[in-house]
């Protein structure tokens, strides 16, 4: 009798612990933040970039999360967020969470106004608060920029970015006329963003083909 | 000092050092032929004799799973052509209930037929016209000799001007009365074709009552064999049995492929209802109701056959009592319509959210108008996905028919592999142990071969020592050598 009472106990045991294994929660949804440079000339490239939005729109599921940040001055701030959303479950809500997305970053790049100095870091920071509060199965952090980070006097950011799980893709890197003269700038700002993000502990992307995006975002 | 120039006996001289080394060795191997070849043959009647245990186990193994294989399919074709009789009888029960109990009424109406019919005979069997009584007056009257006489001439005149006039009224009467007859017997035409409808209804209903039986004989005449537990029943019912196993495997694959289809109907409007994040053990909560929306549908529609005992895969919903029964198959038809029904809603509303999709991915792409255009046409698709969605539950349902049939079959194909997977391996197993007998036997040659100079010289000093101990060997005949004796006891 008292076997038997054991063997139950030891079943009882080894359903809790499967029970649990299968309720550990493991996140399938994505998290998307992306950078938009608004500084300088590259305000002009602004289509572009609604593209990127559109596309990224297109692709991401119920219960995703998105985000988008202009890159201005100081952009470790909410402010800079031009709209985030997490969609919805039903796929229905989250079709019209995407029209009002759309609609509102079109208002934005109609309105933009270019920032004098260019902040990718602070928009880094701010972007990986936000993926970790939401904390998606996969983090994604888009910058649209020419990546040549220009920061206003007493601005700090020489802070180490933490960038486990993350992966950084920069889209559309342009050129800069200084890069036509001596193209080893544009490939040392490159590495200098590489080695950064993978320093963090991220993964590290550029993708200068618009048409080639296929494989930023996970079906 | 490396392993080379250890090995060299004469340094300097790696031939003679080889042939040395040779002939340490055949000495050696000389030396150690008895207990070597024991160990050799007694190695190889080791592996030979486990081996042929254990195919001897397999074989038994074998026999034990095709007396229960036989088992399985004599009671399995038992039960099948019981199955067939009790319906056959059902049927014939059915046709005497439906046909026969009428009988007595047919017979009735038979009889009354035919009476009907031999009162009209009656009535139309011609009676002859009375013969008139004045005939033999008249004759008389004829005869008397005119003369000539104008008076007996008028007499006879209006005799014979009477005597035409009763003919024809005779011929009249006669006439009317045929025709009467006739108009009768024209009457009877009706009766007769009734009765002949009626004898060839009873005819059918025999016929089909005589076929019914002739197929409860072949029936009976199978279950009998099976009874008899003859081989040629067996392997009757094995060959039935693997045809249906193939022919339920093919439906059930074509079953599998509607269910995908199901599947793909409801999996997305289903992200409406239950969410499109949520997971269950690394699936989509959504995929996972949808799925089990067709579990149920097929669940019903299994104890829907099982209520109309169309299949026997639960045989306590056969043991059911009819009114019970029939209370299940209203409940399961009603609820196998009501999913029906939420399929076909489903399926419309995956058509809204495809087309708002499309509308969505067009203004991302600024393409509205050309969604617009191919919109119009999309109530076709609209009507084919609801009818699908409704129509494919209920065929579903039908998967219950080759289920029952891969179930059964299944036992015995599963027997027959495994019946014959033991076969080759105990044929495997007796050939491994012949081989390791032979190889036993082969090796005790071959290491005479390496020792095949020692061998000589005790040969040639065995002969020569012969001559003296002749006398002694035929006294005492040879002992036989320890390997003769190994090599013949293995044998």
């Known amino acids: ?134 904390n998606p199965g996969k983090k994604t952090i888009l910058i649209f920029s020419d990546l040549k980070e220009e920061l206003k006097k007493g601005y700090k950011r020489d802070i180490p970015l933490q960038l486990g799980g993350f992966e950084v893709v920069a889209l559309n890197v342009t050129k800069l006329r200084t890069d036509n003269i001596n193209p080893r700038e544009y490939l040392d700002r490159l590495e200098q963003w590489r080695q950064r993000v993978k320093s963090g502990g991220g993964e590290w992307r550029v993708i200068n083909d618009l048409e080639r995006m296929e494989g930023i975002l996970g079906g | 000092m490396t392993f080379t120039e250890v090995l060299m006996i004469v340094p300097g001289f790696p031939a003679v050092s080889i042939i040395l080394w040779l002939t340490i060795l055949s000495v050696v191997l000389y030396l150690a032929r008895i207990p070597a070849h024991r160990a050799m043959i007694t190695a190889s009647n080791i592996l030979h004799h486990g081996l042929r245990m254990a195919a001897n186990s397999v074989r038994m193994a074998e026999k034990n799973v095709a007396n229960r294989n036989k088992e399985v399919l004599l009671s399995t074709g038992r039960e099948a052509a019981e199955r067939m009789i009790e319906r056959e009888f059902e049927r014939i029960s059915n046709a005497v209930h439906a046909d026969l109990a009428a009988y007595p009424a047919l017979q009735r109406e038979v009889s009354e037929e035919i009476t009907r019919i031999e009162e009209d005979y009656k009535e139309s069997s011609e009676v002859p016209p009375s013969p008139p009584g004045w005939a033999k007056a008249v004759e008389a009257v004829a005869k008397i000799p005119s003369s000539g006489d104008s008076m007996v001439a008028n007499i006879l ?68 064999q099976i009874m008899q537990r003859t081989d040629r029943a067996a392997q009757m019912l094995a060959s039935s049995s693997m045809t249906q196993f193939f022919i339920a495997s093919f439906v059930l694959a074509i079953a599998i492929g509607g269910a ?67 209370r299940m198959i209203w409940v399961t038809f009603a609820m196998l319509f009501a999913l029906a029904s939420i399929e076909a809603s489903l399926a419309y509303m995956r058509d809204i959210l495809s087309q708002d999709d499309a509308a969505l991915l067009a203004s991302l792409v600024n393409q509205q108008g050309q969604v617009a255009e191919t919109i119009s046409n999309r109530w076709i698709t609209t009507a084919a996905q609801m009818g ?99 090599i013949g006891g293995q044998s």
């Open chain 1, 1 to 134: 009798m008292i076997h038997h009472r054991q063997y139950i106990a030891w079943l009882g045991l080894a359903l809790i612990a499967f029970a649990g294994g299968c309720s550990k929660p493991q996140s399938h949804s994505q998290g998307v933040y992306m950078l938009i440079d608004t500084s300088g000339t590259y305000a002009g490239e602004l289509e572009k970039a609604q593209r990127i939005i559109n596309y990224t729109l297109g692709k991401l599921n119920p219960g995703d999360s998105f985000a988008v940040a202009r890159v201005d001055t100081g952009s470790f701030s909410e402010k800079d967020i031009i709209e985030k959303t997490t969609f919805d479950d039903r796929p229905s809500m989250a079709n019209q969470q995407k029209r009002r997305f759309r609609e509102k970053i079109d208002t934005f790049v109609k309105n933009v106004h270019s920032s004098r100095y260019t902040d990718i870091s602070g928009g880094i920071l701010q972007a990986i608060e936000f993926l970790n509060e939401k």
């Open chain 2, 157 to 224: 005149g209006e005799i014979n001007k009477s005597l035409n006039k009763a003919q024809g009224k005779a011929l009249a009467e006669y006439r009317q009365n045929s025709k009467c007859r006739h108009k009768l017997l024209g009457g009877m035409l009706p009766h007769w074709r009734k009765l002949l409808q009626v004898t060839a209804r009873m005819d059918k209903n025999i016929s089909s009552l005589l076929e019914r039986s002739k197929a409860i004989d072949r029936h009976m005449d199978e279950h009998e």
């Open chain 2, 260 to 326: 995908v289809i199901n599947f793909h109907l409801i999996a997305r409007p289903m992200q409406e209802m239950v969410g499109g994040s949520s997971y269950i053990i690394g699936f989509k909560t959504a995929h996972v109701a949808a799925m089990v929306i067709i579990f149920v549908e097929m669940a019903m529609g299994l104890f829907l056959m099982e209520s109309l005992r169309i299949t026997r895969l639960f045989p306590v919903i056969s043991a059911l009592d009819d009114k019970k029964r029939v």
């Open chain 2, 388 to 486: 699908m969605g409704f129509m494919l539950p209920f065929a579903l349902t039908f998967v219950a028919i080759p289920l029952e049939s891969f179930v059964h079959s299944l036992r015995t194909v599963l027997g027959i592999l495994t019946m014959n997977t033991l076969r080759i391996t105990a044929f495997l197993l007796r050939l491994s142990g012949n081989l390791f007998r032979y190889t036993g036997t082969a090796l005790v040659q071959v290491y005479d071969l390496l020792i095949f100079a020692p061998l000589w010289i005790e040969k040639s000093a065995r002969l020569r020592s012969g001559r003296h101990t002749d006398d002694k060997h035929a006294l005492h005949p040879t002992a036989p050598t320890a390997e003769a004796s190994m």
